[in-house]
């Protein structure tokens, strides 16, 4: 069965901190996509990146880093010297090349960044 | 480029009563899904479209619900005979034919069963 796992509910930092969210993927397809998404206290779910399966480079935009190693089955997302507007739920997310149709998420890691 | 979008957003019905909500999905993007959300859970897939065929459905969609995308571009999702357990956010996203890329998410529409 496909899961991803993101073990840390909440983690609260203080502003410029840096701070890493942990997502750990269960499945058993060689092919799939990893996302990350960020759900601020509007609502809408904001994409941030995504990245196959074949391509374990670590990516780097402005002050967000993911680090992607399919040894542990990991997708980490790191933000650099984090910013009050960073304040948000984010959540890792699988979609199988296999089904299509649907994305897997976590359940979430509320980030909440203190001024 | 305008993104999706959802109404209404909030609704507010009593148990029994059905409600309807209505998703307009970017325009060049094929495909169409529905999810819903509950409060501190991650999105849980309901259904999704390509074009005007609707491809799968969880087993969450029970009888009650009912999807339609009649001319392969906006999309309603009804409700019948609605329960409490109904209560929580519907999110609406869009997304380019293939699947592989990102979905793209609107507002969404908060129901609250009373």
């Known amino acids: 069965a496909q899961k991803v796992t993101q073990a840390q509910t909440e983690i609260s930092v203080v502003e410029k901190e840096d701070v890493t969210l942990d997502c750990v993927y269960e499945?058993?397809?060689?092919?799939?996509?990893l996302f990350w998404y960020k759900q601020p206290p509007s609502g809408e779910l904001v994409f941030l990146i995504r990245?196959?399966?074949?391509?374990?480079q670590n990516e780097i935009s402005g002050r967000y880093s993911w680090n992607f190693q399919k040894s542990t089955s990991s997708f980490n997302f790191t933000i650099t010297a984090s910013q009050v507007v960073d304040s948000a739920v984010y959540f890792c997310?699988?979609?199988?090349?296999?089904?299509?149709?649907?994305?897997?998420f976590g359940q979430g890691t509320t980030l909440q960044v203190k001024p | 480029d305008t993104g999706v979008s959802q109404n209404p957003r909030h609704k507010i019905t009593k148990r029994g009563q059905n409600v309807t909500f209505r998703c307009d999905p970017i325009?060049?993007?094929?495909?169409l899904y529905w999810y819903r959300q509950t409060l501190g859970q991650g999105p849980e897939f309901l259904t999704y479209?390509?074009?005007?065929?609707?491809?799968?459905k969880s087993r969450l969609l029970s009888d009650r619900f009912s999807a339609e995308r009649p001319k392969g571009s906006f999309s309603t999702l009804e409700i019948q005979r609605t329960e409490q357990g109904d209560s929580a956010m519907y999110l609406c996203?869009?997304?380019?034919?293939?699947?592989?890329?990102?979905?793209?998410f609107g507002p969404g529409t908060r129901l609250t069963v009373t």
């Open positions: 996203a869009s997304s380019l034919e293939g699947g592989l890329y990102e979905q793209y």
């Open positions: 499945t058993r397809d060689t092919t799939y996509y």
């Open positions: 990245r196959n399966s074949f391509d374990e």
């Open positions: 997310a699988l979609i199988l090349s296999s089904n299509t149709g649907k994305l897997i």
């Open positions: 325009s060049e993007h094929n495909r």
């Open positions: 479209f390509q074009n005007e065929a609707q491809l799968e």
